[in-house]
């Protein structure tokens, strides 16, 4: 399923608006082009999915948890995390996100790129 059938299926749910569907496919574009991250389906479903229950949860006013200490704590040590808050960093100047939120982005950007790099062993 390409991220495009994705975001329809969530819009189809009325989970997303079509405005906000586009902006999820502009910042995969920034990411890919930018920071040469691989926004296949395979490795953006996880961030994809998180973005659009980030918008569900604004639009209901609902809060998450913050990301536990024990996770944020492999995030900060992981080898891509610099990359990760400079892609989290472009998304926050696109859109709102409430800093709750922004532990769980780091940890998807980082499975993003973590895909790119095994990517990239596999055709060595």
Not at 14 to 40: A, H, K, V
Not at 44 to 49: D, G, Q, Y
């Amino acid at each position: 399923m390409s991220i495009q059938e994705r975001l329809e299926i969530f819009m189809n749910a009325q989970m997303i608006s079509e405005e906000e569907s586009e902006r999820i496919q502009g910042l995969c574009l920034i990411y890919e082009e930018e920071y040469q991250c691989i926004m296949s389906d395979e490795s953006a479903e996880r961030l994809i999915t998180h973005l659009v229950s980030m918008f569900y949860r604004n639009k209901n006013k609902q809060l998450i948890e913050p990301i536990s200490d024990f996770v944020m704590e492999q995030i900060i040590n992981d080898p891509n995390n610099h990359r990760a808050q400079e892609m989290l960093s472009s998304l926050i100047q696109r859109f709102p996100v409430p800093e709750e939120e922004e532990g769980y982005i780091l940890l998807h950007l980082i499975h993003c790129l973590s895909y790119k790099d095994s990517e990239e062993v596999q055709s060595l």
